[in-house]
C-alpha cells in the first residue's frame, strides 16, 4: 500500500478553494451552482466569515471532498456547471418547488382550475352587464335631471314673465281706478251744476206770470214739463196749469200722478231733462 504525499493533496485543496473562493466571489457568497430563484433569494445563504477571513484548515475527508469537487469540476466529459451541480443536486427540487410555490397564487390549487383568476374573471360577465345597465340608468337618470333643470328654468322664466305682466295689469287697473274716480267726480260736478241751473229755472218759472208761463207749457217737452211741474212749488204751478190748454193740462196731470207712483218714471223725466235743457227757449223778461 503506497502512502499518500501530503504536498499533492495540499495542492488539490488549495485548488478547490480558491475555486470555491471564486465561485462564492461571482455568485456573491453562494456556492450553488444553479440559477437564482425567488425561493433562494429569500433564504440567501451568509457567507462563512471563516472562509472570507482566510486561513482555514481542512481535515482529511473535507480535503477529499474538495479533491473530489475540484476533479467533478474540471473533467472535460462534463460542464463546468453540470459537474457541480451532480454533487449538489439535492438542492435543485427545493429550488423547482419554491419557484412552483411562488408561481402559484396563495389559496390556489393547480387541481382545481374553476378557482384560479382566469375562471373567476370568465365567470363576471353578469356582473358587467349589471354595470353596463346602470351606467345606462344613471346616464338616462342625468339627462332626466338635465331636462328637468331646463324645465325648471323655463317655469322659473315664464313666472317672472307673469309677475311682470301682473304688475303691470295693476299698475293699469291702478291708472284706470284713478281716471273713473276722476271722471265720476266730474260727473258729480255736472249734475251738481246742472241741478242748480234746472233749480235756477225752475225758479225762473215760478216768478213769470202763470198766462206767460202757461203759454211756454203748452208748447214743452212733456218730459221736461214733466220735470218742471215736480219740481215747482204747487201753489205756484196751480195758476200756471189753470192757464193752459186743458188738454195739455189733462195729459201734464195723468203723467204727474203716474209718475209719483212710479218714482223711475221721476228719473227717466229728470234724465231726459238734462239732456233737453237745450230746447228750452229763450224767455225774455217783459
Given at each position: 500500500m503506497?502512502?499518500?504525499r501530503?504536498?499533492p493533496?495540499?495542492?488539490v485543496?488549495?485548488?478547490?478553494?480558491?475555486?470555491l473562493?471564486g465561485i462564492?466571489?461571482?455568485t456573491?457568497?453562494?456556492?450553488l451552482?444553479?440559477g437564482?430563484?425567488p425561493a433562494?433569494?429569500?433564504?440567501?445563504?451568509?457567507?462563512?466569515?471563516?472562509i472570507?477571513?482566510?486561513?482555514?484548515?481542512?481535515s482529511?475527508?473535507?480535503?477529499?471532498a474538495?479533491?473530489?469537487a475540484a476533479?467533478?469540476?474540471?473533467?472535460?466529459?462534463?460542464?463546468?456547471?453540470q459537474?457541480?451541480?451532480?454533487?449538489?443536486?439535492?438542492?435543485?427540487p427545493?429550488?423547482?418547488?419554491?419557484?412552483q410555490?411562488?408561481q402559484?397564487p396563495?389559496g390556489?390549487?393547480?387541481?382545481?382550475?374553476?378557482?384560479?383568476?382566469?375562471?373567476q374573471?370568465?365567470e363576471?360577465?353578469?356582473?358587467?352587464?349589471?354595470s353596463?345597465t346602470?351606467?345606462?340608468?344613471?346616464?338616462?337618470?342625468?339627462?332626466?335631471?338635465?331636462?328637468l333643470?331646463?324645465r325648471?328654468?323655463e317655469?322659473?322664466?315664464?313666472?317672472?314673465l307673469?309677475?311682470?305682466a301682473e304688475a303691470?295689469?295693476?299698475?293699469?287697473?291702478?291708472?284706470l281706478?284713478?281716471?273713473?274716480s276722476?271722471?265720476?267726480?266730474?260727473?258729480?260736478q255736472r249734475?251738481?251744476?246742472g241741478?242748480?241751473q234746472?233749480?235756477?229755472?225752475?225758479?225762473?218759472y215760478e216768478?213769470?206770470?202763470?198766462?206767460?208761463?202757461a203759454?211756454?207749457?203748452?208748447?214743452l217737452n212733456m218730459?221736461v214739463l214733466?220735470?218742471?211741474?215736480i219740481?215747482?212749488?204747487?201753489?205756484?204751478?196751480?195758476?200756471i196749469?189753470?192757464?193752459?190748454?186743458?188738454?195739455?193740462a189733462?195729459?201734464?196731470t195723468v203723467?204727474?200722478a203716474?209718475a209719483r207712483?212710479?218714482?223711475?218714471?221721476?228719473?227717466?223725466?229728470?234724465?231726459?231733462g238734462?239732456?233737453?235743457?237745450s230746447?228750452?227757449?229763450?224767455?225774455?223778461g217783459q
Open positions: 503506497k502512502s499518500i501530503l504536498l493533496v495540499v495542492l485543496a488549495a485548488s478547490a478553494l480558491f475555486v473562493k462564492g466571489l461571482v456573491q457568497g453562494g456556492y451552482l444553479v437564482s430563484s433562494k433569494a429569500q433564504a440567501q445563504p451568509v457567507a462563512d466569515p471563516a472570507e477571513q482566510g486561513g482555514v484548515e481542512l482529511a475527508s473535507e480535503a477529499a474538495a479533491a473530489r476533479e467533478a469540476l474540471f473533467a472535460d466529459d462534463r460542464g463546468g456547471n459537474g457541480a451541480a451532480e454533487p449538489l443536486g439535492n438542492d435543485v427545493v429550488a423547482t418547488q419554491s419557484e410555490e411562488t402559484e396563495d390556489v390549487s393547480q387541481e382545481n382550475p374553476a378557482s384560479e383568476p382566469g375562471a374573471e370568465a363576471l360577465p353578469e356582473g358587467d352587464s349589471f353596463a346602470e351606467r345606462a340608468v344613471l346616464q338616462r337618470l342625468r339627462e332626466r335631471r338635465i331636462a333643470d331646463t325648471e328654468r317655469v322659473e322664466l315664464r313666472m317672472a307673469v309677475e311682470a303691470r295689469l295693476n299698475e293699469r287697473i291702478a291708472s281706478e284713478q281716471l273713473e276722476r271722471v265720476q267726480a266730474l260727473v258729480d249734475n251738481a251744476q241741478d242748480e234746472f233749480l235756477a229755472l225752475v225758479s225762473m216768478n213769470m206770470k202763470s198766462a206767460d208761463a203759454a211756454v207749457f203748452n208748447t218730459e214733466l220735470r218742471l211741474a219740481n215747482m212749488n204747487p201753489r205756484k204751478m196751480s195758476p196749469m189753470a192757464d193752459m190748454q186743458t188738454e195739455r189733462q195729459e201734464l203723467r204727474m203716474t207712483t212710479e218714482p223711475d218714471q221721476i228719473e227717466l223725466a229728470s234724465n231726459t238734462e239732456q233737453d235743457n230746447d228750452l227757449p229763450q224767455i225774455v
